[in-house]
């Protein structure tokens, strides 16, 4: 599992590889945690394009930072969920909350 | 209904396992002849009760042990029972229902993906002993209802 933030503007991209558990979600929150209290973002993107396994740990930690973007109006999407990884993200509901787009490219533009 | 095949998986309950435990028992469920879906669907339960014995059962202790014993029977049926000798469970309805978690930040999901995904669940806990969570799902069942 490995991941990246980079900023792009005001938004701040968590690009993610390989499978998000438990172990990679406590670093990760920390590490996310930190970006959004150095800096006011307006969004925020997970891009799981390359994200082959998710379970309610990795679901937490995507709702956690929604609540976050939430409580200073930033907005959150979710890019680029494989079909196995979407059909999880559909399952919990997280959908409802955080939208779930193609590409990153479909938002930038917003 | 006759076991096929048997295996039995013992490990340090520490985040590093649990993608170990979930390819294990993910490559022992390919052996039935089930679709790449049914295998990420068993990783996925597999991953929630390993999950939540070490995040619930040992609170980040890293000593306690984690116990996984698989079964194929010969219907196309696995069962898998994950087990812990940790805190154990006081109030097991309440934790059984959708969207409770004794943790504010996590979401209550993990019992709700093993009852979605399986066809039997069953949980025995006792507080100060531990906690095993029984499945079962049978791969020929869902084909049968899929065609009916
Ligand atoms: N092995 C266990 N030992 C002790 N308590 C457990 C165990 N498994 C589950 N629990 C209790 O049951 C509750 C519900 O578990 P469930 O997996 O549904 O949700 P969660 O783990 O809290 O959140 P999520 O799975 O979404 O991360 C937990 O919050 C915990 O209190
Ligand atoms: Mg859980």
Redesign the pocket.
């Known amino acids: 599992m490995g991941y990246e933030l980079k900023q792009v503007r005001n938004t701040l991209v968590v690009k993610l590889t390989g499978e998000l558990d438990m172990l990679i979600v406590d670093r990760l929150r920390k590490e996310i945690d930190k970006r959004l209290e150095e800096q006011t973002f307006k969004n925020l993107i997970f891009n799981l394009e390359r994200v082959s396994f998710i379970?309610?740990?990795g679901?937490?930690l995507i709702i956690g930072r929604y609540k976050k973007m939430n409580a200073n109006s930033g907005r959150m999407y979710i890019v680029g969920a494989s079909n196995n990884v979407e059909k999880i993200l559909l399952f919990s509901g997280i959908n409802k909350l955080v939208p779930i787009y193609n590409q990153e490219q479909d938002i930038i533009s917003i | 209904m006759n076991v096929k095949n048997n295996a039995r998986l013992e490990f340090l309950g520490i985040a590093e396992n649990v993608s170990f435990a979930r390819s294990c028992i993910g490559a022992f469920t390919a052996q039935l002849d089930c679709t790449l879906e049914d295998i990420e669907e068993i990783k996925l339960v597999v991953s929630?009760?390993v999950?939540?014995?070490i995040?619930?059962?040992?609170g980040g202790s890293r000593d306690g042990r984690v116990v996984i014993e698989a079964s194929l029977y010969d219907n196309r049926t696995i069962e898998i029972t994950?087990l812990?000798y940790?805190?154990?469970?006081e109030d097991l309805e309440?934790?059984?229902k959708?969207s409770?978690?004794?943790?504010p930040a996590?979401?209550?999901?993990?019992?709700?993906?093993?009852k979605s995904f399986m066809d039997e669940m069953e949980?025995i806990?006792k507080p100060n002993e531990?906690?095993s969570?029984r499945l079962k799902r049978s791969f020929l069942l869902r084909e049968q209802q899929a065609y009916a």
Not at chain 2, 86 to 89: A, E, L, R
Not at chain 2, 107 to 114: A, H, I, R, V, W
């Open positions: 379970d309610s740990s679901l937490g | 929630e009760a999950s939540n014995s995040i619930h059962g040992y994950v812990d940790g805190c154990g469970i309440q934790a059984m959708p409770y978690s004794s943790d996590r979401m209550g999901l993990g019992f709700t993906f093993m949980v806990s531990g906690t969570v």
